[in-house]
């Protein structure tokens, strides 16, 4: 029987690490391969080719559909937008999480309760926080919770998400994404708060540090370095993959507005809506994907990434 | 009994390989022939209506065939993408509703010509709603019913106000601002400002056109600069409702009192005037300038035939047994349900529900002003033109630069389909 003889415990016994790493390897690289990398395969394959309803084309454009793209304004600007909004989501969440994590670490009556409060959002799915913010808190009208406060001091009401002028919509948007994630990166940050070891703030105050900001400055944040590196790279990925919020709270059956619409925002539309033009949107991916891998190359060796000493 | 690591091991291959295969059958609701000696099983799609019972007729109907086993999906979401992704896969619809067909998908060859259906009946359906499924002579969809928009005006708020109901763009303007209070806005085009339901309405009322008969572009005069100008000045004057709970084709903010004037569609007249009783008009979108006239948008929902289903021939033969020779059903599904005018003249004209009040005004003017968007209007086309005046009316851009910059577009988009045709 087989696995009983010499020849079958050698084939299928503990010591053939290959086979046993094939098993249960190979069906998540057929899977990688089949729904990762053969579509991405496609999608650089049909960019070169016009694609209108159509996944298998035959009119070869060469670069056309590339050169269509970058000379299109309403892709640029969606660039444009996805960067200011990266400038400013980065950095604030940043801050707010760390400033979080800092104020929870040092509660020391009732930490689980405020972990788990500040927490709680992120296991909200950013479609229902962004209908949430869009009918209840920031609709337009007078009894949109903020136009009801702000109708207590006199204001009118405001069009929170379709004021361009100031752009209130960015209110919105910023505030849905901090609410969201802000737990997240929380948490992350107070495990690595509680890897710093007391006896270094002892030294400190031996050494005459005031606590506060000079502890904070030459402890507390240098030990966070790797967790910092972490939580940056992986908000500037969150950033490069905004829709969800962007989508639920901006777009109606008749389309979206051109201010506010990210990227990935405007190859849904062009790729997938009614236009269907599969090869321009696939050109449109192809040169988000060069952007996104230019920008994480030259974050990690900013950080340096990798480095021991880093 | 003792499980070994090998049973186990072969119990998960064995249940990983059937779920793949299980994955890989999927139920596209499309059967591979006749079922129950019912003749083959078909596959139609509808999208969500809002209005209580439709889904319940249309199944009613499909029940009723007796040539082939119907199955209806009624599909939630955004069904303009869904029936446009599932028509490049063999799991689609046999027969779908369809916002169109476009011309990509007509010149993509992804629906069946259903000319030949119309033998005898073509003249009976009206020519604002044909023309949009026709190209090169040859029509790709049944129009179902025709849907379309106008203004309702509340009359004891203008009243009190001293407003006459707006015959040209100008006096909506002013309307507008003198309908709005503190607690109430003179005007509600959606929540964009109108920039997306509006389409080509305003130009229509300046006498223009989005494409021209001979396939040109139709707006490349001052007169659209002029129109869309006007429409930034109901932002700039604060007029209009922005930021409704529900939208334009909702006309909740209208019986709510948030707004004094709301542009919507038939389909919300029933509920309308439940809210309201007599206490609302109706106007076609105000003319403007002296080449200008009152418009009114129009556009219905066809049914078309996959050209990917197995059984082309049977889902035609079920078209037209639905949508062209049963037209008690499609009276039914026009009128006792939601609101629709008929696509067939002859049933139109013979409804009593179109004869009296607000809906007889609107068949009125949807028989002296009704345009259709034409063909050569493509997704590309209108997503340029939306996004300047989206620009024109929330941010005061200029619509002269704007709309040289939409005609640029739609002359290379009209030059890409001619190429292809």
């Known amino acids: 029987m087989l696995g009983e003889g010499g020849a079958g415990r050698r084939a299928f016994g503990t010591q053939n690490r290959t086979l046993w790493f094939w098993v249960f390897v190979g069906p998540f690289l057929l899977g990688l391969g089949v729904f990762t990398y053969v579509p991405l395969g496609w999608s650089v394959y049909l960019s070169f080719f016009d694609a209108h309803n159509t996944v298998t084309p035959s009119d070869f454009v060469g670069f056309g559909n590339y050169t269509e793209m970058l000379g299109n304004k309403a892709f640029t600007d969606s660039l444009w937008t996805f960067l200011l909004f990266s400038l400013f989501i980065v950095p604030t969440t940043f801050v707010l999480s760390l400033a979080l994590a800092l104020m929870v670490n040092r509660t020391r009556g009732a930490q689980a309760f405020f972990r788990s409060v500040f927490f709680l959002p992120a296991a909200c799915s950013y479609v229902v926080a962004a209908l949430i913010w869009k009918m209840s808190l920031f609709n337009g009208v007078r009894f949109g919770l903020a136009n009801t406060v702000l109708g207590w001091f006199g204001a009118d009401q405001t069009a929170w998400l379709s004021t361009t002028h100031p752009p209130w919509y960015w209110l919105v948007v910023v505030t849905v994404r901090l609410w969201l994630q802000a737990g997240f990166y929380m948490v992350l940050f107070l495990a690595g708060l509680q890897r710093i070891s007391p006896r270094l703030y002892e030294a400190a105050a031996v050494d005459g540090a005031r606590p506060g900001w ?52 405007y190859l849904y539309y062009t790729a997938l809506g009614q236009g269907q033009n599969l090869g321009l949107g696939s050109a449109g991916a192809v040169i988000l994907a060069l952007i996104i891998a230019v920008v994480t190359v030259g974050q990690a060796r900013w950080f340096s990434l990798g480095n021991k000493e880093g | 009994m003792t499980i070994s690591r090998r049973t186990v091991l072969s119990t998960a291959a064995t249940a990983a390989t059937a779920a793949l295969l299980t994955a890989c059958g999927g139920n596209t609701g499309r059967g591979g022939g006749g079922s129950g000696g019912a003749g083959p099983r078909l596959a139609q799609w509808y999208h969500q209506y809002g209005e209580t019972g439709t889904e319940q007729a249309v ?20 069904y303009d993408e869904q029936t446009a992704a599932a028509l490049l896969t063999e799991s689609g619809p046999d027969v779908f509703e369809v916002n169109g067909p476009s011309l990509d998908q007509i010149q993509g060859k992804q629906v069946v010509d259903l000319t030949d259906l119309f033998a005898g009946v073509k003249d009976d359906f009206s020519p604002a709603v044909l023309a949009p499924k026709t190209h090169d002579g040859r029509i790709w969809a049944v129009p179902q019913v025709i849907d379309t928009q106008f203004l309702y005006y509340r009359k004891s708020l203008l009243e009190d106000a001293g407003v006459r109901p707006p015959r040209t763009l100008d006096a909506l303007v002013d309307a507008a601002k003198a309908l709005t209070t503190k607690k109430t806005k003179g005007l ?15 130009l229509h009322a300046a006498g223009l ?4 008969a001979d396939g040109k572009v139709g707006f490349d005069d001052p007169a659209a600069a002029r129109a869309l100008g006007k429409l930034h000045r109901l932002y700039a004057d604060r007029s209009l409702l922005l930021g409704a709970p529900a ?55 066809g049914a078309a035939v996959s ?20 037209t008690d059903y499609q009276e039914d599904f026009a009128l006792s349900y939601g609101f629709h005018i008929p696509a067939r003249l002859s049933l139109a004209k ?21 345009y259709a968007q034409p063909l050569l ?45």
């Open chain 1, 214 to 265: 000079q502890v904070l400055r030459h402890i507390t944040l240098p030990q966070l370095r790797t967790t910092s590196v972490a939580v940056v790279l992986l908000l500037v990925i969150n950033a490069f993959q905004a829709f969800d919020e962007f989508y639920n709270l901006l777009s109606d059956a008749r389309g979206y507005p051109p201010y506010a619409r990210p990227p990935l925002v």
């Open chain 2, 209 to 212: 056109e989005l494409v021209t």
């Open chain 2, 350 to 370: 013979k409804a009593a529900k179109l004869r009296a009040g607000a809906a007889a005004d609107v068949v009125r003017f949807t028989t002296d002003h009704g």
């Open chain 2, 188 to 202: 509600f085009l959606g929540n964009d400002g109108g920039a997306g339901v509006l389409g080509g309405t305003p």
């Open chain 2, 59 to 78: 199944e009613r109907y499909a029940a009723a065939y007796g040539k082939a086993e119907v199955t209806v999906q009624w599909r939630p979401g955004s």
């Open chain 2, 377 to 421: 209007w493509t997704p590309a086309s209108q997503t340029a033109y939306q996004d300047g005046l989206s620009r024109v009316i929330k941010d005061g851009a200029n619509p002269e630069s704007e709309l040289r910059s939409v005609v640029r577009k739609v002359t290379a988009e009209l030059d890409r389909v001619r190429k292809k045709a």
């Open chain 2, 307 to 326: 050209a990917r289903s197995e059984h082309k021939q049977a889902a035609k033969a079920f078209v037209k047994w639905l949508w062209i020779e049963k």
């Open chain 2, 247 to 301: 939208d334009w084709s909702d006309p909740s903010a209208f019986v709510q009192g948030l707004t004094a004037m709301q542009w919507s569609g038939l389909w919300a007249l029933p509920v309308v005037k439940k809210a309201l009783g007599d206490d609302f008009g109706v106007l076609p979108f105000p003319a403007d300038g002296s080449g200008g006239k009152p418009s009114v948008p129009v556009g219905a929902y």
